[in-house]
């Protein structure tokens, strides 16, 4: 079997999937179908344009050439990009590009009495493929881009318009022949795209239907990943969510959060996740060697929308006989564009209370700094992707220095999540990053595992290379 590497980017990507290679975020279903798409598309610009530009430039049709050697560096560009993880970036490009590009082709296609017009039925696949890839986009990119490539391919099949100059049009038998090849490609590629749409709505409803059956006969988790100090001991656990299917097994995260948050099932999930964290620490202030642990929660956008929110989550929390000082609140960034007044009304009601609040994700989003000097949070969360290429990067280690000082300046505490090297960690304990989270001490473990690992944890390698680095210090 050849090497990897060497194969073309198509089978490069299958030979990853079918091998678990590809990253997490471009595992779930929908990211997949995205993928596959656009490398579809540019594996289509870059044979059909290089066949019609090979043509023009051995008749010396400069500007048709031309033309297709753009898209042929459109198609290029998109295949690069896929590989980059670039995939909304690109699909924006090659939306626009191709918006464009075909116009100007459609332009110089100007159809005679024995030759019909072609090019313009390309628009019907990008218009398909751009209304699957934007169905979670803006107004913009999700509906008036689909139509405006709608309405281009019903202008041009509809009208003469176009410029009529022998040097820039084809021999009208290579014309005859094109056009049953464009009428051919296009619409075998709009077929492709929508099979992919249509998998992708089903699969969606089938999603949507399992969820709803799954959070009423319970098969939702909750699994816990250890928080650990420089000091090596465990002061708390973020609760993660996943989903025992009885079928498909346990499906990640990615997956289901985002159809939760479409279908509106992410508030009664994040519901029944504060109730099962409370109740967990309840449980723990029964063991001494647990009572000690925390419990940090995600909370949705749509959830801290919810006007009765404080009040919900004061009541679960009094019901279960939880001390609110063990629950920590985490927020995305992303979540304090919106409404900022609100938020910090709310937030400062559960502070009052006694639950604290972590900002996740810090570093990733736009949002204000000065929103840390009016928002109540008690912690900051260095994103994994700045952890990830810590020891590489320059900027990541400057964002992180950065982080460490304004954390000591407004008195907050900081952890870096998705800590998984020694040299990661070292390079953070001697900046002065006293808290961690990562596949290092442990990957998020079910109730029982976790319980089990609490003993032993100071037994582990990565306790005694902790041990290990402070002594260095």
């Given at each position: 079997?050849?090497?990897?590497?060497?194969?073309?980017?198509?089978?490069?990507?299958?030979?990853?999937?079918?091998?678990?290679?590809?990253?997490?975020?471009?595992?779930?279903?929908?990211?997949?179908?995205?993928?596959?798409?656009?490398?579809?598309?540019?594996?289509?610009?870059i044979?059909?344009?290089g066949?019609?530009?090979?043509?023009?430039?051995?008749?010396?049709?400069?500007?048709?050439?031309?033309?297709?050697?753009?898209?042929?560096?459109?198609?290029?560009?998109?295949?690069?990009?896929?590989?980059?993880?670039?995939?909304?970036?690109?699909?924006?490009?090659?939306?626009?590009?191709?918006l464009?590009?075909?116009?100007?082709?459609?332009?110089?296609?100007?159809?005679?009495?024995?030759?019909?017009?072609?090019?313009?039925?390309?628009?019907?696949?990008?218009?398909?493929?751009?209304?699957?890839?934007?169905?979670?986009?803006n107004?913009?990119?999700?509906?008036?881009?689909?139509?405006?490539?709608?309405?281009?391919?019903?202008?041009?099949?509809?009208?003469?318009?176009?410029?009529?100059?022998?040097?820039?049009?084809?021999?009208?038998?290579?014309?005859?022949?094109?056009?049953?090849?464009?009428?051919?490609?296009?619409?075998?590629?709009?077929?492709?795209?929508?099979?992919?749409?249509?998998?992708?709505?089903?699969?969606?409803?089938?999603l949507?239907?399992?969820?709803?059956?799954?959070?009423?006969?319970?098969?939702?988790?909750?699994h816990?990943?250890?928080?650990?100090?420089?000091?090596?001991?465990?002061?708390?656990?973020?609760?993660?969510?996943?989903?025992?299917?009885p079928?498909?097994?346990?499906?990640?995260?990615?997956?289901?959060?985002?159809?939760?948050?479409?279908?509106?099932?992410?508030?009664?999930?994040?519901?029944?996740?504060l109730?099962?964290?409370?109740?967990?620490?309840?449980?723990?202030?029964?063991?001494?060697?647990?009572?000690?642990?925390?419990?940090s929660?995600?909370?949705?956008?749509?959830?801290?929308?919810?006007?009765?929110?404080?009040?919900?989550?004061?009541?679960?929390?009094?019901?279960?006989?939880?001390?609110?000082?063990?629950?920590?609140?985490?927020?995305?960034?992303?979540?304090?564009?919106?409404?900022?007044?609100?938020?910090?009304?709310?937030?400062?009601?559960?502070?009052?209370?006694?639950i604290?609040?972590?900002?996740?994700?810090?570093?990733?989003?736009?949002?204000?700094?000065?929103?840390?000097?009016?928002?109540?949070?008690?912690?900051?969360?260095?994103?994994?992707?700045?952890?990830?290429?810590?020891?590489?990067?320059e900027?990541?280690?400057?964002?992180?220095?950065?982080?460490?000082?304004?954390?000591?300046n407004?008195?907050?505490?900081?952890?870096?999540?998705?800590?998984?090297?020694?040299?990661?960690?070292?390079?953070?304990?001697?900046?002065?990053?006293?808290?961690?989270?990562?596949?290092?001490?442990?990957?998020?473990?079910?109730?029982?595992?976790?319980?089990?690992?609490?003993?032993?944890?100071?037994?582990?390698?990565?306790?005694?290379?902790?041990?290990?680095?402070?002594?260095?210090?």
């Amino acid at each position: 079997m050849p090497h990897l590497n060497s194969l073309p980017m198509p089978l490069r990507f299958l030979f990853k999937l079918l091998r678990h290679e590809l990253p997490p975020y471009a595992q779930e279903p929908h990211n997949l179908r995205v993928r596959m798409l656009l490398a579809i598309g540019g594996w289509s610009l870059i044979m059909l344009c290089g066949m019609w530009g090979a043509y023009y430039l051995c008749h010396g049709k400069w500007v048709l050439m031309a033309s297709h050697a753009i898209l042929i560096a459109l198609g290029i560009y998109t295949l690069i990009l896929i590989n980059a993880g670039r995939e909304r970036l690109v699909a924006i490009s090659m939306a626009h590009g191709l918006l464009v590009m075909l116009c100007v082709i459609c332009w110089l296609d100007v159809p005679t009495q024995d030759v019909p017009r072609s090019v313009h039925m390309y628009f019907l696949p990008v218009a398909a493929g751009a209304s699957l890839i934007f169905r979670k986009e803006n107004l913009y990119l999700r509906l008036v881009l689909p139509f405006t490539l709608l309405a281009c391919c019903l202008i041009f099949a509809s009208s003469h318009i176009g410029i009529v100059k022998p040097e820039l049009i084809a021999d009208q038998e290579i014309r005859l022949l094109g056009a049953w090849i464009n009428n051919l490609a296009a619409l075998a590629i709009l077929g492709v795209a929508l099979i992919v749409m249509q998998t992708d709505i089903s699969t969606r409803h089938s999603l949507y239907a399992d969820m709803r059956a799954a959070l009423a006969q319970g098969q939702f988790r909750l699994h816990y990943q250890p928080q650990v100090d420089a000091v090596g001991n465990i002061f708390g656990a973020e609760a993660l969510l996943r989903w025992q299917h009885p079928v498909r097994g346990m499906i990640p995260p990615g997956v289901f959060i985002a159809a939760a948050e479409e279908t509106g099932l992410i508030q009664p999930i994040g519901t029944w996740v504060l109730k099962e964290a409370c109740a967990q620490l309840v449980k723990w202030s029964k063991d001494p060697n647990m009572a000690h642990l925390s419990i940090s929660v995600n909370v949705s956008a749509s959830q801290l929308r919810q006007p009765d929110f404080v009040q919900e989550v004061i009541e679960i929390v009094m019901r279960s006989g939880a001390t609110p000082a063990q629950l920590k609140l985490e927020l995305t960034e992303s979540m304090l564009a919106k409404d900022v007044d609100t938020t910090i009304q709310k937030m400062k009601a559960l502070r009052a209370f006694g639950i604290s609040w972590s900002l996740d994700d810090f570093g990733t989003g736009y949002s204000s700094l000065n929103y840390l000097k009016h928002l109540p949070f008690e912690q900051l969360k260095i994103d994994q992707s700045f952890v990830r290429d810590l020891l590489t990067n320059e900027s990541d280690k400057a964002i992180v220095e950065t982080l460490v000082v304004l954390s000591k300046n407004l008195n907050m505490m900081l952890i870096a999540e998705g800590v998984e090297t020694t040299e990661q960690l070292n390079y953070l304990l001697n900046k002065g990053c006293m808290k961690y989270q990562g596949y290092l001490f442990s990957r998020p473990l079910s109730i029982e595992a976790f319980e089990a690992f609490m003993p032993v944890f100071h037994e582990s390698k990565a306790y005694m290379q902790l041990k290990a680095q402070l002594t260095l210090i």
